[in-house]
């Protein structure tokens, strides 16, 4: 029985594929307010600009391809049972093969009801007002927006409450709740913190290993670690 390996990731491993992170050091998400791109008061203040907002994003996507962080942890599939749970939209741990991903945020490439939000579909090419579901509902971005639940939230603790290594690579853990789930471990879990400018993190239960490189000279560190403790 493979030992249960989960991580996880945030914009750090993206960026290194030519994805932006989540905003630039003024604040702003493309040139935007994030408020107006990203809450549902920007969708109803402007459902055009949003839309347009993620189609732009949706198009960059389809121009990149996972780096070697990504790929490192689907090879840890061969040695673990890995779980990654990411707090990006992309699609780049699918595209490099990992298998068990858990998208905190939403996901790009699919888009949902604006009156169910459990009315989910795939979403490859741009949306526009007009674009409705089999009722007749206009459809948005599958994208957790400010002020809105987590959805996947439960199913994240419960998959971090699981582990025997939980890892954390490319994120200042500054979002929560998402930051928050690394004190779900189990009291004895290891913990591993790959980000080249990393948050300082106390009041742990469980010791943690701070390893300061990029998501992928950090895997490659990680996975050496990791297959030693296989």
Same mark, same amino acid.
């Given at each position: 029985?493979?030992?249960?390996?989960?991580?996880?990731?945030?914009?750090? /491993?993206?960026?290194?594929?030519?994805?932006?992170?989540?905003?630039?050091?003024?604040?702003?998400?493309?040139?935007?307010?994030?408020?107006?791109?990203?809450?549902?008061?920007?969708?109803?203040?402007?459902?055009?600009?949003?839309?347009?907002?993620?189609?732009?994003?949706?198009?960059?996507?389809?121009?990149?391809?996972?780096?070697?962080?990504?790929?490192?942890?689907?090879?840890?599939?061969?040695?673990?049972?890995?779980?990654?749970?990411?707090?990006?939209?992309?699609?780049?741990?699918?595209?490099?093969?990992?298998?068990?991903?858990?998208?905190?945020?939403?996901?790009?490439?699919?888009?949902?009801?604006?009156?169910?939000?459990?009315?989910? /579909?795939?979403?490859?090419?741009?949306?526009?007002?007009?674009?409705?579901?089999?009722?007749?509902?206009?459809?948005?971005?599958?994208?957790?927006?400010?002020?809105?639940?987590?959805?996947?939230?439960?199913?994240?603790?419960?998959?971090?409450?699981?582990?025997?290594?939980?890892?954390?690579?490319?994120?200042?853990?500054?979002?929560? %709740?998402?930051?928050?789930?690394?004190?779900?471990?189990?009291?004895?879990? %290891?913990?591993?913190?790959?980000?080249?400018?990393?948050?300082?993190?106390?009041?742990?239960?469980?010791?943690?290993? /701070?390893?300061?490189?990029?998501?992928?000279?950090?895997?490659?560190?990680?996975?050496?670690?990791?297959?030693?403790?296989?």
């Amino acid at each position: 029985m493979k030992k249960k390996l989960v991580v996880l990731t945030g914009a750090g /491993i993206s960026a290194e594929s030519g994805i932006k992170t989540f905003r630039d050091s003024d604040g702003l998400w493309e040139g935007h307010d994030i408020m107006e791109v990203a809450s549902p008061e920007g969708w109803k203040k402007n459902p055009v600009l949003v839309l347009d907002f993620y189609n732009k994003r949706r198009q960059q996507l389809k121009e990149v391809l996972p780096n070697a962080a990504h790929i490192i942890l689907a090879e840890l599939e061969q040695h673990f049972d890995v779980h990654i749970i990411t707090q990006n939209v992309d699609d780049l741990h699918e595209r490099a093969g990992s298998t068990k991903v858990l998208h905190l945020h939403g996901e790009l490439l699919k888009a949902r009801s604006t009156q169910n939000h459990r009315h989910i /579909i795939e979403w490859q090419d741009d949306l526009f007002l007009g674009n409705l579901d089999a009722s007749g509902h206009q459809l948005r971005p599958h994208i957790v927006w400010f002020g809105e639940a987590v959805p996947a939230l439960d199913e994240a603790v419960r998959i971090t409450h699981e582990a025997d290594f939980f890892a954390v690579v490319g994120t200042s853990l500054q979002v929560y %709740p998402a930051a928050g789930l690394v004190d779900f471990a189990k009291p004895g879990t %290891p913990l591993y913190y790959v980000d080249l400018n990393p948050a300082r993190i106390t009041n742990l239960s469980n010791e943690l290993e /701070i390893i300061p490189k990029t998501a992928s000279e950090g895997m490659k560190i990680l996975k050496e670690k990791l297959l030693r403790l296989a």
